[in-house]
């Protein structure tokens, strides 16, 4: 059995082991669940630890989406949550890169727990290489948590301004964030500081203040990302003191109502990397490149890439492919392997977008998939 066979039986173990371990009425729940059934993003596969934030940043799009202020643990128990992923098609274990705390902050006290036994049931069972974003200050007890789990858990933390406390009223201060960020690599955590939303005018002004303090700490990477706004989001930075001519200038499009709009801010991100490489501090362009290079993996997946190229990729042939292929009952005419790519010609009309993100997400590269007609 080759490697990319054997991802796909261990997930299929791992099923029939929580199935019969779990009650009929939780394995309905995990079933019925969208982490069952949903298609990662770009970062990953994104698992929410709770429901709504009460840290109500300003710049903040969840609460745009529904979410309330009022913070619950997510309703699925550990190993619900373990199974939910294990149903999930676009799942593979080892490969899939795990996402926490992309709609709430997973470290608030009523989550907290929650989202370390999720990061460490799931890391138990499927070993998907573990991310989380957050705002808290990493105490000795969530390092103790998060490294419980994946070892290599890569831990952004967030940081978009030190003066204008407005913006984000009631997460810890972020000198302390930093500082706790420091403390929590020096214990072994790969910790980058998430300058995420870059709020220009803000962020990008602030930037060299943010990065001394981080680099002075013992911080070793940064993570860059723009900002999502909306009518609701504009309005709140206003409130907050914040002169938004800039941000609107730079729009992708016009803003209306709760759809979530860029800001274009490619100079941006250049100013702050050249800041930061100044410092010394290694600067990745997504956050699944941290994710990446924290497992010590390398990435071919997307246009971004190849991501952590001294690492090199995991050797792979086209017979690998074909087995999995095989395996899957898909007939094929060719395949073509190479660094970067995955090159398959299959016997159908049809390119089938499931086996596309299947082949590439097994082996970190761009799947081609060709048809006969
Ligand atoms: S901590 Fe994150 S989820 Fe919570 S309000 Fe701030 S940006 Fe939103
Ligand atoms: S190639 Fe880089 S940016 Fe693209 S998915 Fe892989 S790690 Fe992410």
């Not at 079933?31 to 298609?39: E, I, K, Q, T, V």
């Not at 997510?74 to 490969?95: F, G, H, K, Q, T």
């Not at 970067?340 to 086996?355: F, G, I, N, Q, Y």
Request: positive net charge; proline residues 6%.
């Amino acid at each position: 059995m080759t490697r990319l066979v054997g991802l796909l039986e261990r997930k299929r173990r791992v099923l029939a082991e929580l199935g019969d371990r779990l009650s009929s009425e939780s394995r309905a729940r995990a079933g019925a669940d969208h982490h069952s059934r949903r298609r990662p993003r770009p970062c990953g596969m994104t698992i929410h630890t709770g429901v709504g934030c009460s840290y109500v940043c300003a710049y903040c799009y969840i609460y745009d989406m529904g979410f309330s202020a009022i913070p619950k643990p997510y309703p699925l128990e550990p190993d619900e949550m373990a199974y939910a992923l294990s149903l999930n098609p676009y799942v593979i274990p080892d490969r899939t890169l795990a996402a926490y705390g992309s709609v709430t902050e997973p470290f608030l006290p009523e989550t907290r727990a929650r989202a370390i036994e999720y990061m460490r049931e799931v890391w138990r069972r499927l070993k998907l290489p573990t991310q989380v974003s957050t705002k808290a200050t990493l105490t000795d007890d969530i390092v103790s948590g998060i490294l419980s789990g994946d070892p290599n858990t890569s831990a952004l933390v967030t940081v978009v301004t030190l003066s204008n406390r407005r913006l984000e009223p009631r997460a810890p201060d972020p000198k302390d964030r930093i500082r706790f960020a420091g403390e929590a690599s020096a214990r072994g955590l790969a910790v980058s500081l998430f300058i995420r939303p870059i709020i220009p005018g803000i962020t990008d002004v602030e930037a060299a203040d943010i990065l001394r303090l981080a680099a002075n700490v013992g911080v070793k990477s940064i993570v860059l990302g723009s900002l999502r706004a909306t009518e609701r989001i504009i309005r709140r930075l206003e409130a907050c003191g914040v002169n938004t001519m800039e941000i609107r200038e730079r729009l992708t499009e016009p803003i209306k109502g709760a759809k979530q709009v860029e800001t274009k801010s490619s100079d941006l991100k250049a100013k702050v990397s050249r800041i930061a490489e100044d410092f010394g501090l290694k600067v990745f362009r997504s956050a699944c490149e941290a994710n990446i290079y924290s497992h010590r993996r390398y990435c071919a997946m997307c246009h971004l890439g190849p991501c952590n190229i001294e690492i090199g990729p995991e050797p792979l042939e086209s017979g690998d492919v074909e087995e999995l292929l095989e395996y899957l009952g898909v007939p094929y005419v060719s395949v073509e392997v190479n660094d970067s790519t995955v090159r398959v010609r299959l016997k159908k009309p049809r390119v089938d977008e499931h086996l596309k993100n299947l082949i590439t997400t097994a082996t970190y590269r761009r799947a081609i998939i060709e048809t006969q007609r």
